[in-house]
C-alpha cells in the first residue's frame, strides 16, 4: 500500500513564527504535491514538485516556499505564519506517469 | 478556464439505496483524466475512481461507478448499496493532461457531503 505521512495532525503556532510541515511518501513517486483545504474553497494546490530540488507553484503560493532535498520528503516552509493561514494542509505523491495521487492524513493547522 | 463544479453541498440517501453525485467539468484539453476522492471526517483523502477521456467504458470500482458522458462534460458519481461508512464528502478532480510530470496537478471541486441516514 501506498503510504504518505504528515509529521503532525494537528499544530498550533503564533503569528509572525516560522512553520514547517514535513510529508513523507515510501512509494519513490516522483511527483508531491501541497493543498490547502478551506470550508467552500475546497482544495487549492500550493507547490507541487516532479524531482529532487525541482518546485513549481500552483494556485496559491505567496506565503509559502517549499523544499525537496530527498525524493522521498517535501516540505512546506511558513516563512512568517499569519492568521489567514489557518487551514488544513494536504499533501499527496503520485508516480510520474501515472494519474492517481495519494493523500496523507493531513494537518490541520492553527496560527493565533 | 478548467474548472470542477459540484452543485450539490449536500445530499441525503436511505442505507441501503443508490445515490448519485454531480460533476461536471470545463476543460479544452483534448485527453484528460477524472477523479473522484471521498474525505471522511478524520480528513484523509482516500481515491475511490479514475476515468481518462479516451476511455471507451465507464469506470467501475466495486460499489462505485462513474457515469461519464463526455459530450455533455459530466462524471457523476454513482454510489451503489449506500452504506453508513459511506457518509462522507465527496470530491470530483480533474487532471488537465493524462500524462504525469509538471501536469499532474489536480484541479478540485468544492465537495458534495453525502449523509447515509439509518
Known amino acids: 500500500d501506498v503510504k504518505v505521512t504528515q509529521s503532525s495532525r494537528y499544530l498550533v503556532k503564533r503569528t509572525g513564527e516560522k512553520v514547517f510541515l514535513e510529508c513523507v511518501q515510501d512509494m519513490d513517486h516522483e511527483n508531491m504535491f501541497w493543498y490547502r483545504q478551506d470550508p467552500g474553497l475546497g482544495l487549492r494546490l500550493i507547490y507541487f514538485s516532479y524531482d529532487v530540488k525541482m518546485k513549481e507553484k500552483g494556485d496559491i503560493p505567496e506565503g509559502y516556499s517549499v523544499s525537496r532535498e530527498k525524493k522521498e520528503r517535501f516540505s512546506l516552509i511558513l516563512e512568517s505564519a499569519s492568521t489567514n493561514q489557518t487551514s488544513m494542509y494536504l499533501c499527496?505523491?503520485?508516480?510520474?506517469?501515472?494519474?492517481?495521487?495519494?493523500f496523507g492524513p493531513g494537518t490541520r493547522l492553527t496560527v493565533l | 478556464a478548467q474548472k470542477i463544479t459540484q452543485t450539490q453541498p449536500g445530499m441525503f440517501v436511505q442505507e441501503k439505496e443508490a445515490v448519485t453525485l454531480d460533476c461536471t467539468y470545463d476543460?479544452?484539453?483534448?485527453?484528460?483524466?477524472l477523479f473522484w476522492y471521498k474525505q471522511p471526517s478524520s480528513g484523509e483523502m482516500i481515491f475511490l475512481i479514475y476515468q481518462g477521456s479516451y476511455d471507451q467504458q465507464n469506470a467501475t470500482e466495486g460499489r462505485y461507478s462513474l457515469n461519464f458522458q463526455k459530450a455533455r462534460k459530466s462524471a457523476n458519481l454513482v454510489i451503489s448499496a449506500s452504506q453508513l461508512g459511506d457518509s462522507a464528502m465527496y470530491f470530483c478532480?480533474?487532471?488537465?493532461?493524462?500524462?504525469?510530470?509538471?501536469?499532474?496537478?489536480?484541479?478540485f471541486g468544492k465537495g458534495t457531503k453525502l449523509s447515509v441516514k439509518p
Open positions: 478532480a480533474m487532471r488537465p493532461s493524462n500524462y504525469g510530470g509538471s501536469q499532474g496537478n489536480l484541479i
Open positions: 499527496a505523491s503520485s508516480p510520474l506517469h501515472m494519474d492517481t495521487q495519494y
Open positions: 476543460t479544452s484539453d483534448p485527453s484528460y483524466g
